[in-house]
């Protein structure tokens, strides 16, 4: 097998191809097609899909009209940097939600086109592949998107198992000292994707003293950050964990944040990256050769959302009563609890995830993502094992629809 990769590796080269390609492991919705071969779905009944992340909500007008009526900027290059006006609105937002005395638009925030591309080529910009053996941790579930980064940048991956026992924290420990001196990067995700745990002042802590220890870039997934169910109680972001603990100009630490999921545009690929100016000085410099600048339009678009509280708000609205009901529901035939934050539930099969998940496709009609997709086996354990993610992004009709059908599955269990 050895002597078959080495060739298949010099094939790669010879080819002119990136050898670590052949790392990269099928996306967990190429599994989910795969599970799917040859499997008839109950055409009798509605398809309700809840397997992706995917807004279904609808873009606020406002949104729209912005779009619309910035179109003639089609017609300018834009810049990397992005305008002063949307700088402004993502610092602003950033100083008010996060509760920062401020944050410098020019220097401390970038525009990205959405959180995924942005926290892909993170990872290019910080690696430096030619030290010995670098590596980057992730939590395990993990968006698949870090493993990849890690990889093609020339890092290892290395996993912390995030388990029930413990309200799926972070436990640090799980890593031996080895491994954090040849850290270079870690991303962690809070709210989390597939959890919905949100971290606490004292896993911040503990992980800004590794990171100042052994010197690593703490990138923070904070995507979710604006689906939460208590108004009063916004999720605690990286940003205002550093400042409350002391930590000024965010040494080390770079957030990703997005639109797609706050105001429902995950077309318009709008995001930022805010944090750490000496680092994103650097992401700057490479995003420039990158040549991933926003149009124009969407940059227009982007600040007015930015600049709207009231259809957020609603948002949460909508998924508060989404989640009140169908966890009511269905906490009459499983163990399921709300999440902190985000859109998905992480549910505990009686069965196998991926059996769970196909019967459920085959005689429902119902599709959710088998959670051993989401996750690696590290130690002798998947996380995501026997656990399935439902995505509430579909109408609040479909989602009760959807649980009913759950439960007569669990009937014939």
């Known amino acids: 097998m050895a002597a078959r990769a080495k ?3 010099i094939a790669l080269r010879q080819n002119g191809m990136n050898s670590n390609l052949n790392q990269l492991q099928p996306y967990p ?24 992340g995917e807004p279904k909500h609808r873009t606020p007008d406002f949104i729209r009209q912005a779009l619309v009526d910035n179109l003639n900027g089609l017609a300018s290059y834009p810049t990397t940097s992005g305008t002063p006006a949307l700088r402004s609105s993502i610092a602003t937002w950033i100083a008010h939600r996060f509760h920062l005395p401020t944050i410098n638009p020019d220097t401390e925030v970038i525009p990205v086109n959405g959180s ?7 990872a290019q910009t910080i690696i430096d592949c030619k030290s010995a053996e670098p590596v980057v941790v992730c939590p395990n579930p993990f968006y698949q998107i870090y493993e990849g980064a890690a990889l093609l940048a020339g890092a290892t991956p290395c996993f912390i198992n995030t388990l029930p026992d413990n309200h799926f924290r972070l436990d640090y ?36 003293a590794l990171s100042d220890r052994y010197g690593f870039v703490v990138a923070s997934d904070e995507c979710y950050s604006e689906i939460y169910f208590n108004e009063e109680q916004p999720p605690l972001g990286a940003l205002d964990a550093a400042h409350q603990l002391g930590r000024d100009g965010f040494p080390r630490l770079v957030v990703f944040n997005s639109l797609s999921k706050r105001s429902n545009v995950p077309g318009l690929r709008s995001g ?43 948002n949460r609205r909508l998924y508060r009563d989404k989640f009140s009901v169908t966890t009511a529901l269905l906490s009459e035939s499983l163990p399921v609890q709300m999440p902190d934050a985000g859109f998905y539930l992480w549910v505990k099969t009686p069965i196998s995830d991926t059996e769970f998940t196909k019967r459920l496709y085959r005689d429902y009609n119902v599709t959710v993502l088998p959670g ?20 509430l992004v579909a109408s609040q009709e ?16």
């Open 7 to 9: 060739i298949y590796h």
């Open 29 to 52: 919705f190429q599994k989910l097609r795969q599970l799917f071969e040859g499997v008839t779905r109950n055409a009798s009944l509605k398809p309700i899909d809840l397997q992706i």
């Open 116 to 122: 995924r591309e942005a926290l892909f080529s993170f």
């Open 173 to 208: 420990t799980q890593l031996p000292d080895d491994i954090w001196r040849r850290t270079q990067l870690i991303y962690v995700c809070s709210p989390n994707n597939p959890t919905g745990s949100v971290m606490t002042l004292d896993e911040w802590r503990e992980l800004f």
């Open 272 to 314: 930022y990256v805010a944090g750490d100016a000496k680092i994103l000085e650097k992401y700057l410099l490479y995003r420039t050769y990158h040549g991933c600048a926003m149009n124009p339009a969407a940059q227009a678009a982007s600040a007015a959302a930015w600049n709207d509280e009231a259809h957020v708000v609603e």
């Open 372 to 391: 051993s997709y989401l996750a690696r086996d590290v130690r002798g354990v998947n996380p995501g094992e026997n656990y399935v993610r439902i995505a």
């Open 398 to 413: 479909e989602c009760v629809e959807a649980v009913s059908r759950i439960k007569r599955l669990l009937v014939q269990l």
